[in-house]
């Protein structure tokens, strides 16, 4: 059953390498980290959310909004088969009926705050920016070239978006939801500017990413998205 329907678009996404003992604590039980080429990595994702229907109902006035979200990469063994997935930090997003109904039904970490967003397109370019406030102004910002690149088996870009589930620490379990989506599209990056204090955001766990060079930085088209209904495991 789909709980979610809707179009993830434009994702700024930066990588950081984590030492993976900061996040054991944060990891939901029958899962484990995932790594690429050795790595442990922890993304800041900015994007937006277009044309939102939950349970097939379109909400005036939360159709089309932002995101930011931390999160980190983790999979999960079942009947032999791996499913990869991802543990959301916290979700920032710019209206408090989003958080409700999000921590509510999913016990997500979601997070009401102030947001704005620049897409700007030029014939070879494009500016993406998206912004958030809490006691000051947080921010990404990417400049990539104007021409989508299909994805490259194997590739950082894969393992980075080629996570299907989404995996949520609760008491004494954990609850599993599958996103249902298309492989994507991206853009080569040109230059990006983040403006962020992770301690303030994000809690002492991840002040050290503030003193962190990124591994990478990303620019995904995205498409249209489904959001299953969740169940629990363990």
Same mark, same amino acid.
């Given at each position: 059953?789909?709980f979610?329907?809707?179009?993830?678009?434009?994702l !700024?996404?930066?990588? #950081?390498?984590i030492?993976?003992?900061?996040? $054991?604590? @944060?990891?939901?039980?029958?899962?484990e980290?995932?790594?690429y080429?050795?790595?442990?990595?922890?993304?800041?994702?900015?994007f937006?959310? &277009?044309?939102? +229907? &939950?349970?097939? &109902?379109?909400?005036?006035?939360?159709?089309?909004?932002?995101?930011?979200? &931390? =999160?980190? #990469?983790v999979? /999960?063994?079942?009947?032999?088969v791996?499913k +990869?997935g991802?543990?959301?930090?916290?979700?920032?997003?710019?209206?408090p009926? $989003?958080?409700i109904?999000?921590?509510?039904? @999913?016990?997500e970490?979601?997070?009401? %705050?102030? %947001?704005?967003?620049?897409?700007? +397109?030029?014939?070879?370019?494009?500016?993406? +920016? @998206?912004?958030w406030?809490?006691k000051?102004?947080?921010s990404?910002?990417i =400049? !990539?070239?104007?021409?989508?690149l299909? %994805?490259?088996?194997?590739?950082e870009?894969?393992?980075?978006?080629?996570h299907?589930?989404?995996?949520t620490?609760?008491?004494?379990?954990?609850?599993?939801?599958?996103?249902?989506h298309?492989?994507?599209?991206? @853009?080569?990056v040109?230059? #990006?500017?983040?403006?962020?204090?992770?301690?303030?955001?994000y809690?002492?766990?991840f002040?050290? $990413?503030?003193?962190?060079v990124?591994?990478?930085? %990303?620019l995904?088209e995205?498409?249209?998205?489904?959001v299953?209904?969740? /169940?629990?495991?363990?």
């Amino acid at each position: 059953m789909n709980f979610l329907k809707a179009e993830w678009r434009k994702l !700024a996404i930066i990588n #950081y390498e984590i030492n993976p003992e900061i996040l $054991l604590p @944060y990891l939901p039980q029958g899962t484990e980290l995932d790594f690429y080429q050795g790595k442990c990595y922890i993304s800041l994702v900015g994007f937006m959310f &277009l044309n939102t +229907r &939950l349970l097939g &109902l379109s909400i005036p006035f939360h159709r089309n909004f932002e995101e930011v979200n &931390l =999160r980190f #990469y983790v999979k /999960k063994k079942e009947n032999d088969v791996w499913k +990869r997935g991802v543990v959301f930090i916290k979700e920032i997003v710019p209206k408090p009926a $989003l958080s409700i109904v999000a921590n509510s039904i @999913y016990k997500e970490s979601y997070q009401t %705050m102030p %947001m704005k967003n620049r897409i700007h +397109r030029q014939e070879d370019e494009l500016l993406i +920016r @998206y912004s958030w406030k809490d006691k000051s102004w947080h921010s990404i910002e990417i =400049r !990539a070239e104007h021409k989508q690149l299909p %994805m490259v088996p194997e590739s950082e870009f894969e393992f980075i978006t080629e996570h299907y589930f989404g995996f949520t620490k609760q008491k004494n379990k954990t609850s599993e939801y599958e996103v249902v989506h298309p492989q994507w599209n991206h @853009y080569k990056v040109k230059d #990006y500017h983040i403006e962020i204090d992770f301690e303030k955001v994000y809690g002492k766990d991840f002040e050290s $990413l503030n003193h962190q060079v990124p591994l990478s930085a %990303m620019l995904a088209e995205g498409s249209e998205i489904e959001v299953k209904t969740k /169940k629990y495991i363990g």
